[in-house]
Structures are given as structure tokens and as C-alpha cells.
């Protein structure tokens, strides 16, 4: 129940139409459906102009294939994450219109919105090169929810002037994703070096007493510089729609 | 706002004297508390008759007296958990009308009801002596829920004769919760032996590989006997409220 | 020995027949085997009337069939968990008259009793899709021993109105089984909104710090709501099994 | 060395004063210091506007009261946090002109600035009494950072409705900070329920398998709910930081 | 019921001055008791001859005292252990026939056997001077269960040679015990160096990564070298028990 | 060096065909090599009379075929413990007089000894039957070894009858082997019932919070009965061999 | 920027060629670059002598082969770890003149360096045949650095004497690198019994409760023995580099 | 046995005072001690010129001042670590030639050696106030083991310019001690700023995940920076120890 039918629900008990007990029959026993807020909660990511999102473990291709189109029926952008490039062929043989980014591992169906919806520009940076992958997971979410991004990748502590070199472009942003693996240290370096806020993405990148992401997990969790939260290990896709909250131009 | 409240608002709107889209405004902001569900959850344990709780880790004398005098105003029964002698000292001092009961470390506030809301008995099993005081938690919770307890304590798998004795006891009741620390083998002797669901409850008891009751709590997630469901370590209250639910004869 | 060969014992003792010697070796030697006790604990669940189980993982389709046909060979139902299609089609190859269910991935062999066991219905909830095949396990479950059964899937608190539409078969049930991956809050949420006991089934769903469900498990365990107990992640089984025992109609 | 005196630097060996030989060694030595990067680092709290901040944690009262003049001297704004009352009564005893907040266990020194700095207001959630001082610290550093906060405190998912009846306020907020213990559920129901971004603070608030708030810290790395964001257990400060960060508005 | 209550039954029942229906009733209902093997069981330390033990921590002064006396009413040797030297104090003013041995921190009541119960001696090996409480422990354990212990202590493997000077001692024991804190090597040490069998006690000696004993314990649990089994941490009484168990001249 | 040439090089020098100094400095170089010590070391398994064992996991069968044969040359028992039927049938193609134990997956090369080496028999229990491979594992150690062993199979506590009728068999074990998985109870219930010690065998069968076994280690480790020793996590072998060593007859 | 090319701008300053505000635009846009600091930190490896290593695992054949070649380019040697022998046969096949060391796993592309960079030899000791891998990997590191490497495999705890005759090769060496998996006794012992530091690597071989070598890792860290240090869980690399740091003859 | 008396026992040998059966017998019954090895072993740290160590926790005052006089009563420098002011105060007034260290919480016993033994300096470094004590330690220790040591503390990646200002200090050092709490992540940045090799020391500041230090501990194993090996949490004796023996001139 919309607003408009809520309205014309009482402007029938008013008009007699409709008598109090059957109003408040309907009323009772639909509070969330009936009052606007189940509603606008039902359609809160299309409302709120993001792209829906199917996280693509564990689903077969047609599985995707089917959400993707059904998602996707009112020209809504729709992405799935973590597509290998075996399923991804599979699905695009089934929705040929949709499109396989290989680099963040997505299929993305519908258009790209043009970056008009942020006060100002997300950076995401990534320590090395296998953390890319989780890195443009990020930066093609908040692509897709329509942000401008900038990408600044392999800037590990272990070459710091290549970090500096991107100075003006990280404190311009108005929020940095930072994604690493192994050690975690990057995101601590950079909300040191910069007064910008960081979210940091801990990647599974590593091995041994990396513990599949947990110690560059705890190394963001414990960061000494103040201006840091941190998302789950691996989730670009969260750590990009958390940008792109911060990021959005309230109406 | 109640059933009655909400009905008095739509005889206004129908009446006129109410505007439909003054109502409409109340009926949006208020959803949870204009409809009776709200109203309902406000008031959920005094409705559901079972008595309040009030968790004293942390908190001072007067604040546990100032609880219990203001939850039991209406006559309802209070608890407090997790009370040290001091403490209860203390309270009882403030508040003369409330009772220390040592074995549970508990302070009651109002009356003990009758043992005849349930279908039938519920069982409190305990291993060792030091895990008593959670077992007397997880009873005595049972018990100002207005069910009748019997208690079945010191019949670790160390002795399993002295459990065999009160197979009749056990098999007879509606539910068993079953209190162990160390290795926590005893939920699963019982539910291995009798036919009974049994919540069980680690405790904290115990040394070194223990580490805090972790060691029971997956000793008892890992029964490989059915009909064994776990609460947190050293959480009697919650077994015993547990019990009270599943024992509750239905309206 | 049953009751009646002890019995024949006694009188065999009173008739001078057997000697009190030879009787005392014989009682003292056997004493769970000759007293009705050990009897009963074999043919437990036979006697109890539940459906035998086979815990599928690690087991060949030749040992699953051996075991359907042997542990059913008296009429009984046999279930087994855990088996992937494959499997099933091999095990159906040699047990034709086993069914496959595929959403709950097990193999079922003999009738499906009447839902006519229990005071009342079992609702098994789930958070996501991916959480389905583990509440199926525990809804068939539940059914093979004769309760009915209310699924109501994919109610995550992402959308908590689709949760609230289920609010009078929530209220109606005897017990809420809750099934939850990821961050595990399905449980809370329902325990605090119904008033009804929750067995909480946390999933392996999940990835990073989710540790193949250990961080579902620990929020389920720390529950603030009272009336939540926990089984180990994954065992879709037990929580049925759980529920079956608290919902039975005792004799 | 700022612009200026980098300036002044070269005009000077331009003019023949200084020797390219000295010019060198000085800008050799000092690459941070002397060109305006390091310099800014330095004082990069006190340019931003942010307060400085002292963690009181195994600092004696003497020595917070050196640091709260020493770091106020130019009119700053200094706070300390995690100041037990005893520890408060020293610290004040030595500077007068402080005050201590019991609520949120902080010392703090210097003016609190007008709520100006923000784009919007920063709604502080809390799901237990027991949380409130890890909120009211990420309140007042946010207060104290020049935000205007909202507080919604005592809305744990037992009783849902309480959080609904705050629904205008958090959607009006720029930021959500959610506090919560044990189960730590609420920002997953919060993130659920509203469209603005969550920074998650668990606690440790709890006993027995909480472990200290690593439970509540997995159930929020793990929320269901995209846009929520965690820190570390107990970290109010940085919560409240963070949020001040997200929130201000830029030159 | 022991053999003779158990015969005068049968004698009853032949006789025909008990009803074979009586005396049906009476074995069923007490399976355990009335057939010898609960009676074992109840005085099975009795018994076997082995002291009984009261575990000290979390008891007070006065709970110990009567334990130790009621335990040791008929002569038995009763020991306690966990005591501190404040406790200690008090148990003796109150029991002042028992001894306290500060060395194992235990309180004795009752002889001391004649060590001629074993097959041979135990050698009782420690690492560090911090680990002597705890193998005090186990050598006081074994002796006071009759047998002959050789104390080997302070042979940490960061000074080889004084192990090597212990090798005939070593060599010639039935079972070795062995104890150590910190990183947990010596049993792997003393294991490949003797060909007796190690029963190894990690103990709570260290700090950081050490966690209490876990470090150790994994150690000892990941030996390389066969022959060696684990207790839990700082636990001496059982491994003094164990090898008590091991090395006993069987009836 | 063995005791016939350190004697030789003593006689050398008396007689003066070594001079002091030559002697010195070999036997100060090689004091392990020259003492009979290390001689005795290196053969110390044949000494011992124990088979030598091979560890398969991660060899190729033509590394364990010529394991089999290099250290079986002379006559030696070898065993070569998890080996998959695969690599077995390999193994055996190159060294068709070993033979292949698929119920243990263990190769074996050589005789097996007569039951002759030990004081009693050993009696290997399991719990479930997915614990069978490793029972078998420490069972055939145990006869390779030349022990006499009883099999108490499937002997979990769901059915605790069938554990007492095993009593005597257990009562007149030497030492008791108790192998399980899931909650790993059995070797506390085990303990408990007999008086006998134990080594407990923690197998990795289970799932969730099972953790591979971590959770029947701490259940065993922190078992309530004494008389219990804990090896490694599916260390069937090492159960078997530290058997052996208790039960030998010694020389 | 180098030295020669500051000296050069502040040259063109000071004769007027160049204006200072130019100047001043270059040095404080790229302070790292152009200060020699960030010059060094850009050809660190290079500068340093020490090869570039390309870390194998996640990468394909054809991009270890691009990197291979590019890195190499100048005549610098280049290694490649954790090369799998079918990956090796797809490098080589398009880098003909790289080679595979199967001992250590790792691909090499340019000269091996005379021997002549370290003050000593490095020393590095394995416990098992499982370990050698790693072994190999921090000694042909430490080889490809210019180092003398002295290999001392096999030396397990169970075999001390094996040990021991290796005791003048490793007094003599200037650091020790230990390896060792399971229970990860060996630093320590080689630590107790030499005067030399230890770099110590726990390696993953194990099952059960060494946790993928975490049993290991933590043996080492609360090694009792003084001088040593510990890298990551089969970290061959990382020890082989740092022990190479170590023993560098310095300009 | 020292190399004169074993001379003296082959002379004797020789002629004929001796016969070879008795020399014989001792040297195979004393192989340690007798060779020369054992008797370097026992005297090791006395050879090796480093001071005695003494670990102050759970020592009673007047067990650490005896320990202090013996250890020390041939000239040796011996220090007590972990000593707190109290303790130290009571330790002095029995020693009062000894003195207290406040900043690292050692008391020292005999002179502190000139700084002339090692190569070159070592570099303590720390990041945060809170761990100079566990730097202090580290630096003392270097210090009483006569090397030269640099203090470069409060050098947190909050403040990096603070760092690259002791550049030239830490590039000549010999070893870099690099103490960190928390989020541990100087030691990667400094191994990555600097080519020196790193001992990493975490320490156990902090609070909720930093989990007593275990945090910066991890962080510090998954250093991606080359040239870093880490020892236990706030270890700073061993750190002291290890760069000693790293440093030190070897004759």
C-alpha cells in the first residue's frame, strides 16, 4: 500500500464507503505492506537507483542468466559478481546483450550510468597485483552506481613514491577504497599520508599465517590512523556500494 | 496506539472530525506502535507472563534495585543474574522485599508462580559440583516461568550409574537441559541414553584447553546424538527461558 | 533379554529349574542387554517411530543402498543426507523404489508418514536462497516424522516486511527452525519479533571472515533474544530431528 | 620547510647567497620537512580542524594532564579517552579547566566547536545500555569534531519497533554509526531497514563465546547488508572520527 | 547391590519367599546398582587403590576441609590439589592432621604408600624451573599412587648435556612425564633421544604467542618422534595418573 | 663407532700405534658417531625390534616402493601408512611381495610378528564407523609390532550397550586405544566405565564446527576422567606405536 | 632525480637558466623521484644486487615468461618460486634460456653469482624429506644473491646425532636458516646447541592439529632458545633473502 | 671432561696406567660432559661474553636477587627482565650494587661493556609511546652486549616524515629493531623504505582485535616487504639478543 492508497483507504472510511472495522482490519494486518515502508523497502535498491546485484557462487549460468534478465525486465542495470570467465561465456551465450568484464570478474547487464551522481570522485587502490581483481570489483560497482572512479593500482608500501606520486588524485577523492592482501598495511599508509576517509577491502592474497585473508583483516581492523572501516575480506563489490553511499548527491 | 485507540481514530476520520490526511500522516509515522503490534512487543514478557530479567554483570546495586522496583511495579515477578553475595547484600539492602538466592546467584523480586504452566516437567542435569550455580540458573529461571523442576545434579559420565538412577525422572519430563563444562560430554550420554530433547549448556568450567568453555560448546555442537541444541557458555537463563517456551501449555 | 525372558528366568530360578548361581552369572554379565534397557536402546528409533537417518558424505552408493534396503527392510522409512545427484542416480540404479529430493539433496526410502505426530506445525525459516537446500534438509526431515511443515524462504532482514507477512504462521508454529549463512542475524531477529522457540541452523553460506560459518554459528550463540537454541552448521538434520522431539505428542 | 622558505631557498641561490652545494644538502636531507608535504603531515591534525586525541589506556594521570596542555597550548581542542572516574578526579585536579564526561569516559580541554562543520547531521545508534559509553564516545568525538549527532540509543532488535519510531531521524543522517554487543545484529537490521551508510562499532560487551567482541565484529564483517562498514571492538574514537571524516564538508 | 544381596534375591525368589514379579521390578529399575557394576563403579578409586583427588580451584578452605576428611573417613589417602599457600593455611588450622607440599601446591590427608605398586619407577622430566610446580604435581600424584618417582628437573633442551646425564635414569623408567611451558619441545627431545613412552604436559609457562599453553600443546600434539601422548595443559595430576594407571602390577 | 672400535682405538693407543692426540680429536669430533650412542640411535627401530613406517601422504609410489625395499632389506617389517587403493595398486606392481591392508590403507612389507611381545592384547575401540580407516591404522601398528589386539568397533555412545558388552575384553586390555570423531566423547565414557588407561585418537570425521577435528582433540583433552592421553588428530599409527611401547615386555 | 641531476638544476637556478618558481614546481611535485631517495627505492633490487623474484602461484605461464624476460632485461637475474614442473615445461618452452630447479621448485633466468657477497657461508638445515622444498627455496635463493650456501637436510630431532655432525659447518656459518614442519622442534634445538643465529621457517607439512603449519609456526615464536627469528610458514624465499641481507659484505 | 683432562686420560692410557676397559667405560658414560662439548655448552653464554638473563616474571623479589649475586659472582653483567617498580625496589634493597632501568623495566647486575663488539650500530626503532618499553628492553639488552644502539621511537606510519628523518641513521646501521603494537605495520614499512635487515618485535598494545598482540604479530609474518623475520609478542630481550648475535664481530 503506496501513499495514494492509503489515502483513498481513509477517504472511503470518510465517505462512508468503507466501514472503520474493515479499515482497521486491513490496516492491522498489513502494517509493513500497507503503509508505504514494506513497499519502499521491496523496491529499495531501484528506488535508491543502484543496480541490483547477484553474487554469482555457487549459482549455475542459467541461474544467473535468468536473474540477470529478470532483474534487468525494466531497464534496470543488474550486475553478477564473481563470474568465472568458463561460466561467464555460458551466460553470455544465453544474454548475449550482457557483457563479461574480465578484470573484476562481473557480467554486467543494461547500460553504465554516465558519473553524475557523486559530490566528487572515488579512488581505489590496490597494493598488488593480485588484489586487482578484488580492486576493480570495487571501482566497477561504484562505476556502475554511477560514480567517477579513479583506479590507482600496485602501489604497494614496499615502493612509497609511487603512492606519493598519486598524492593530489587520493586527496582530491571524496572517499578511497583500499584493497590488499597478505600483510594489509596499505590502507593504514595511506589514511597516514592523506586525510581522506579509507575503506579497506582485506584480500585473501596469501599464504600460511595469512590465514585466507584473516591477518590483513585484523591488520586494518587495529590501524593506528584514525579514518578507516573495514569490509569483509574480499567483498570489492561491498566496499564499492559503501563508496558510492558516501559518495551520493542526497536529493 | 492500541486496537481501541486505533479504531476511535478512524470513527473520527468518518465523522469528520479527523482529516483523512491527518490520520494518514499518524498512521505513516507511527506503523510499529499505532497498530497494536508495536504495542504488543512493548509489553512482550509481562503478556507472555514470563517474568523480566535484569543481567548484572556491570552493573551497580542501585541500578539492579532501581530495576527491579520499576519492572515489578505492576506486581510482574523480577530476576536479576549474576549476582555476587556483595552485590546482593547491597541490593537487598535497598530494596528488602527482594530475596538472594546463593546457589543461582540470582535476586527475585515478586512472587513465585505456580508450577502449572507447563505440560510437563523440565529436568536440570549438571556434571560436576562447580557447574551447579548455572544449572540452579537455568532451574530457578524455569521455575518464576511457572514450570515444575526437577534437578539432577553431580551425574557426570564419570559415575554413569548414578544418571541411570534417574532415567524415570528424565524420560518423564518434557525437556532436559543438561549443564556441563570441561569436556562436555554429558548432553550427549543423556540424549544417547533417554529419548528426551535436551538444551544443553556449557559452562566455563575448567583449565587450559577448556580456554573459557570453548572446548564443551563444540564438544556439544558435535554430538552426534539428535536431539541436542546448544546456548551460549555459562548462559543458564537462556536454557532455562528456552525450557519455559518449549514446555508453555498453549492458550 | 526382554521382559518376558527375564521372567522366564525367574521362574526358572523359583522352580528350582536354574540354579541362582548360574541366573546370577547370567544377570550380572549382561546387565544393559538382559533388562529391557539395552533392548529398548537398540531398537530406539524404531521404537520412537522416527525414520533411521544415513549420513551420506564419504559413503559409496553401494553402502548407501545397503544400508536403505537393510535398515528398511522392515517397513521402516530410511533418509539419507547429504547426496549429491550423482550419487542419487547410483543409489537409485540399485534401490528403485528410493526416491531423490533434490532440494533437500537426500534419498528417501518407504512411505512418508501422516503429519499427524506433532501438537502442532514446524516453520523452518531461511535467510537466502543459498541457505535453502539446509532448511529443506530439516523440513524433510521433520516431515518424514510426522509433522507438517510451514517453509518460509528467503525472508532475510534485508526485506524484514516479507518476514512479517509470515507473522501468523510464524505465531501458529510449535517451533521455528531458522536457517541463516553469512552474518547468521535471521534468528535474532525472529526471536525478538515472535514469540515462539527458535532452533537455529547456521550455514556455511558465506566467504572471508565468515569462516565457513563459524561467524554465523557465534552470532546465533550470542544471541541477545531468549529462546534461541543452536545445532552445528549445516545440520539441516538435527535441527529437524530437534524439532520433531519438541513437537511430538507424547503418549 | 613550506612553499615559502622552498622559495626563498632558490631565490637565494639564484642570487648567489647560498651555494647550490648548501641548497642541496638541505633539500636532500630533508625531502619531507622541508617541502611543505611534511609539514603539512605535522600538523595535519590541527589543519583539519580535527581535536587531537590521547588514548588514556595505561597512562597515568600525570601524564594526561602534560598532554592535554601541552597538545590545548594554541587553543586546540584536546580529548582523552577512556578515563576511569578516579583517573578523571586526578587529571582535573591537575587542570581544572578540563571537564570529564562520565558517559563517555572522556577528558576533554578546549572549546567545543559549533556544529557547523558537517553536511548533514550524524545519527549514533546503541543496542544495549551496556553499549552506551563506546556511543557516547563516538558521539562526542563527532560533537567534538564539529558535527551535530543524533542519538538513538537503546534500540536492540528485541524490540524493533523503538528503532522504527527513530526511522525519520536516521534517514535524514549523513552517516550511521551503530553500536552493538554480544550478538551484534543491529547494524545488518539498521542497513536493512534505512538507505544511509552504517560504520559498525562491535563491543565487547558479552560473556562466554563473544570472545571479547569477536563475534559481534564477524557478524558485522559478514552483514547480509551492503553499506555497513566496521571498526575495531570498543572503538567509539574511531567510529566517531571516521564518521566526522564522511560527514564534513569540504573547502 | 552387590553379589551377596544379589544371591539372597535369587535365594528369595526360589524359595518362594519373593514373587518373580517383585524381583523382576527390582533388578529392572536398578540395572546399574543392584548388579555389582555400579557398586564397583561408586568406590572405583576405593578400589583400585588410587587416592582420591579434589581439584582446589574455586573451593573455599572450609569445602576442602570436608572433603578431605569425609573422603578420608576410612584410612584412604586424600589429596587436594591447586592450593595456595593462603588456603593451604586454612585447610590445615581446620584439618590439622593433613600436610601441604608448597613444592605441588597439594594438600595430603592420609599416608603415604609404600612405593611397590608399579612395575617399575616414573621418571618425572621438566624444562624450565617455571614448570616444577606442575611436574611436582604429577611426581607427588604417582607416588601417593604407590609408586617409585624419579625427579629429572630443569633439563631444557637449551642445555642438552644435562638431559644426556639423566639417560640411564630415563632409560630405565616405565613411563617418563614430561613437562614444559613456552614453545613445548623437550618431550619431542626426550622421546627421540630414549625409547620410553612420554607422557607429555604442556604447561601455561610463557607470554604472546605462547596463548596460554596452546602454543605447546600443539607442539606435543605435532611431535615427530613416536611414543609420546598429550594431556591438557598444566594438568600433573593426570598425567601422574596416567602413568600411575601404566605402570601398575595388574592382580 | 661402536663399543668394538672405541675399545680398538684404545688399545692403539696403549699401544702405541694411535698417539693421544690423533685419538683425542676423533673422539672429541664424533662423540655421538664414536660412543656407541649414536650407533645405537641410528638403528634404533630395528633395536627396538618395531617396524620401520613410511608416511605416504605426498610420496610417490616409486619413492614408497623404494622406501619398502631399502629399509626392508635385512629382513625388517616396513609399513607405509595412507595409501590411497591408487597408489597402492602402483606400489604393489614394483614390490609385488608387499601387500595392501585397504581397511587400513597401509602397505606392508615383510612378516608380521608373532603376538608375542607384549604383557596382554590391546584393544582398539571406535566410535563410528567413518572412524574405522584410522582404528585399523593403530590396530594393525599395534600386531606389527607383535601385539596381540582386540577390535571393539562402532561402539559410539548413541548406543551405549554395546560398548558394556565389550567390558570384560576391555577390563583385560593392557592399554585401551579409544578412536572417535564429531564430539569425540567415546574415550571420556570409555574411561569412565573402565579401569584401564586410555589413548585417544581424535579423527577428523565431522563437518561445521568440527573444525577437522579440533573439536574431538579439546573434548579428549579436556576429559573429566583420568586416565586418558591424547595424540595427534587421525595419528592412528601413533596410537598404535605408543601402545606398543606401553604394553612391551621389557628385557 | 639522482645527485648529478639536482646539483644540475640548482646549477641552472643559480645562473639563471632556470626560473625558481620552475624549480619549485619540480622539487615539490616530486619529491621522491627527484631526490634520489625515490631513484634508489625504483631500482632498490637492482641497486642492491639482489635478484627480482616473481612469486609463482596464481600466475599463468605465459605472464611468468613476459615477466621473466622484462626484468631480466638488462642482464639481472630473475627467479620465479613456486613453479609447479608442468607450469616450468610452459615457461621454458617460451623462455628457453631460463632453467628449473625442481629441488626448490623455482625458475631462473641469468647468471648465478660467484659466492663472494658474504662475509660467511649460510648454513641450512631441514628436519624431514617433506621440508626440503622449502629448504631448497631459501637456498638457492641465498645461492642467486651471491651467498655460499652450505645444506645440511634431514637432521629431524628424532636423529640428534645426525645433527651433531654437522656442528663445525654450522659454527662456522654466519647465520643459520632452519627448516621444519609438524611440531617445528628443530630451530630450537639447533639454537640451544650452536652459537649461531637462526632464521627459522616453519613449513605447512603436517595434518591434524598442525593447522597448515600454524603448530610449527608457534613453536618457533616461543622458542626458548635466544637467537631466533621466524618468517612465514613455508617462507623459503623470505628466509633465504633475509639471511643473504645478513651476511653482506657492506660497501 | 675438558680437553686437558681427556689428553690426560688418553696419556694415561697410553702408559698403561689406565686400562683400556675403564677409559673405556668413562668416556662412553659421559659423553656431554666429558668431550668438551658439554662443558661449553654449560658455560655457553659466559663464552660467548653475552650477559646472564633472568625472566622476572612470576620471581619473588628475593628469588631474582639471589639469582642476580649467583649468576653474577664472577664479574658476569646479568639482568633481570620484566621487573616492575615495586619488585625492583625490593630487589635492590637486597642488591644494592644493582640498579633499575625504568624505561625497559630490567635491573642490572655489573658493568655495561663498552660498545665495541659488534660491526656496527644497531637501530632500535618503535611507533607508538606505549611500546618504548618492550624498545627499551630490546635496546638495553643490545647495549649490555656491547653493541652500539640508536633509539629512533614514536616513528608511526601516522607521521612518516618523523621516519625518513632518521634515514641515514637506519641505513647504516647493522640491524634495524623494529617494535610495533597494534596494526604492527612499521617493520613493513621501514624494511620497504630501508635495506637494512629488520627484526620485527610486536608488541601487545592495544584492544579487541589487536587480541593481545596476535594482530601485529600476523601482520608482521605476511610482511610483503623482503628482509624481515619477527619474534615473539613483546619479546624485546630476544629482538636485543638475536641483533647481537647478528652484529657481533666473530674472532
Do not use: W
Request: hydrophobic residues 45%; glycine residues 10%.
Amino acid at each position: 500500500m503506496n501513499p495514494e492508497s492509503l489515502r483513498a483507504l481513509l477517504e472511503a472510511v470518510k465517505s462512508g464507503q468503507t466501514d472503520p472495522d474493515v479499515a482497521m482490519r486491513e490496516l492491522r494486518d498489513l502494517p509493513f505492506r500497507s503503509l508505504g515502508f514494506a513497499h519502499a523497502d521491496t523496491h529499495r535498491h531501484l528506488r535508491t537507483g543502484f543496480p541490483e546485484v547477484i553474487f554469482g557462487t555457487g549459482k549455475t549460468p542459467s541461474q544467473i542468466a535468468t536473474l540477470l534478465t529478470e532483474l534487468g525486465r525494466d531497464g534496470a542495470t543488474v550486475m553478477a559478481t564473481r563470474i568465472t570467465p568458463e561460466v561467464a561465456r555460458a551466460v553470455l551465450a544465453a544474454v548475449p546483450t550482457a557483457r563479461y568484464l574480465e578484470g573484476s570478474r562481473m557480467v554486467v547487464f543494461g547500460p553504465t550510468p554516465e558519473p553524475t551522481r557523486g559530490r566528487g570522485a572515488i579512488a581505489v587502490l590496490s597494493a598488488g597485483t593480485a588484489d586487482i581483481p578484488i580492486a576493480e570489483e570495487a571501482a566497477v560497482t561504484a562505476e556502475l552506481d554511477g560514480n567517477r572512479v579513479e583506479r590507482i593500482f600496485d602501489v604497494g608500501v614496499a615502493g612509497l613514491h609511487r603512492l606519493l606520486a598519486h598524492r593530489e588524485t587520493a586527496e582530491k577523492a571524496e572517499v578511497l577504497v583500499v584493497v590488499a592482501g597478505m600483510d594489509g598495511v596499505l590502507p593504514t599508509v595511506v589514511a597516514g599520508l592523506f586525510s581522506r576517509p579509507v575503506i579497506a577491502v582485506p584480500t585473501s592474497i596469501g599464504y600460511g599465517a595469512s590465514m585466507g585473508g584473516i591477518a590483513a583483516l585484523l591488520t586494518m581492523l587495529n590501524s593506528c590512523a584514525a579514518g578507516v572501516a573495514v569490509v569483509n575480506i574480499d567483498n570489492g563489490f561491498g566496499a564499492g556500494r559503501m563508496a558510492s553511499l558516501l559518495n551520493r548527491v542526497r536529493a
